[in-house]
T-cell receptor, first 115, second 113 residues
Framework: DSGVTQTPKHLITATGQRVTLRCSPR?????VYWYQQSLDQGLQFLIQ???????AKGNILERFSAQQFPDLHSELNLSSLELGDSALYFC??????????????FGNGTRLTVT | AQSVTQLDSQVPVFEEAPVELRCNYS??????LFWYVQYPNQGLQLLLK??????LVKGINGFEAEFNKSQTSFHLRKPSVHISDTAEYFC???????????FGAGTRLFVKA
């Protein structure tokens, strides 16, 4: 058990809808990372927060947004969903403000299916 | 910008045989290198990491990797695999002082009896 909790585990929704994915980092970790894993694109970095502030942005679409709250949990909001957004979304946490030498601790992911 | 290339998308191997999963990276700055493993329906777990020092790094479950700076490679090896090693393996790189960890596309290791 990595200590990172993601909810829900599965989500099925229709095109055009909006969903929110939630992540609670490992106790003591201040950094939260979001990744998207799909069959054709592999594991893509979306965005990172440290102690409530956005630190790095990757291949995140404008339809997607995220935030990290004072209690350090994070939410990833996906709107105007398209079929191509179907993927496994992972949250990871670490103790450091940046990638550095600190390994990432991953949750078990949220599988999003857009129909 | 950094990039990671895992040269094999799938590696089938018989139980108790040795295996090598290949990883090459490119970066204009010093990097830290990682191997992660993903078992079915689970998140990624750290297998081993190279930060500095000895180029041969030992990880969990009998895996080891060798950092080769001149060839910009970080190949993962195990002398004798088990059925339970069947999983997807990801090579990853982060630049020292950066904020992103970049992952390769993954190599699916399939161990056959």
């Amino acid at each position: 058990d990595s200590g990172v909790t993601q909810t829900p585990k599965h989500l099925i929704t229709a095109t055009g809808q909006r969903v929110t994915l939630r992540c609670s980092p490992r106790s003591g970790d201040l950094s939260v990372y979001w990744y998207q894993q799909s069959l054709d694109q592999g594991l893509q970095f979306l965005i990172q927060y440290y102690n409530g502030e956005e630190r790095a942005k990757g291949n995140i679409l404008e339809r997607f947004s995220a935030q990290q709250f004072p209690d350090l949990h994070s939410e990833l909001n996906l709107s105007s969903l398209e079929l191509g957004d179907s993927a496994l979304y992972f949250c990871a946490s670490s103790s450091m403000p940046g990638a550095s030498d600190s390994p990432l601790h991953f949750g078990n992911g949220t599988r999003l299916t857009v129909t | 910008a950094q990039s990671v290339t895992q040269l094999d998308s799938q590696v089938p191997v018989f139980e108790e045989a040795p295996v090598e999963l290949r990883c090459n990276y490119s970066s204009s700055v010093s990097v830290y290198l990682f191997w992660y493993v993903q078992y079915p329906n689970q998140g990624l777990q750290l297998l081993l990491k190279y930060l500095s020092g000895s180029t041969l790094v030992k990880g969990i479950n009998g895996f080891e990797a060798e950092f080769n700076k001149s060839q910009t490679s970080f190949h993962l090896r195990k002398p004798s695999v088990h059925i339970s090693d069947t999983a997807e393996y990801f090579c990853a790189v982060s630049d020292t002082g950066g904020f992103k960890t970049i992952f390769g596309a993954g190599t699916r290791l399939f161990v056959k009896a």
